[in-house]
């Protein structure tokens, strides 16, 4: 069985442990666990007719004073950029992310996942945002770790996208 190493990247408190929770497990808890370091989980899929085990690596958030660490990133075949929908910021550092992460792992593929569908009425962001995200050719979903919505899809996107590599 081929393993993939998928790393869950962004902001602190944008929902990327809820979101591995949400994929790996199908649940969710409103309790909010910082992440310190990483955490591995995994999950085996079917892509095609290959049989696929993503090891998902949370890596604790980045603000302005945690930035991503190049370490953690080394090895990956992917990932999974989260952004909170309710929070313009995240967005912003989002695209600063993405940035790094292609620096330190070249251009592997990754899927845009803007989280918290279920507060949608509390979003910060608008259209124009994230059709500029579009524009630019990354894979957006919308999602809620909370109601499962679009996560499961966004996670077999990037493995079909890992094994099309």
């Not at 600063?96 to 569908?117: D, E, H, M, R, W």
């Amino acid at each position: 069985m081929i393993q993939k190493k998928i790393c869950m990247l962004g902001a602190f408190a944008v929902g990327k442990t809820s979101l591995v929770k949400r994929y790996v497990e199908s649940i969710y808890s409103d309790k909010y666990h910082t992440t310190v370091g990483v955490k591995i989980d995994k999950k085996a899929v079917t892509v095609g007719a290959q049989e696929l085990n993503l090891l998902l690596w949370d890596i604790q958030g980045e603000d302005g004073v945690q930035k991503l660490r190049p370490s953690y990133l080394r090895g990956a075949a992917g990932y999974i950029l989260v952004v909170d929908g309710t929070r313009r910021e995240t967005l912003d550092t989002a695209y600063a992310i993405q940035q790094s992460a292609q620096q330190t792992v070249g251009l592997v593929p990754f899927v845009v996942v803007i989280n918290k569908t279920d507060l949608v009425e509390q979003w910060a962001l608008d259209d124009f945002a994230i059709n500029e995200l579009t524009a630019s050719g990354w894979t957006v979903y919308r999602t809620s770790a909370k109601t499962g919505q679009h996560v499961e899809e966004a996670f077999l996107t990037l493995a079909e996208k890992i094994m099309e590599v």
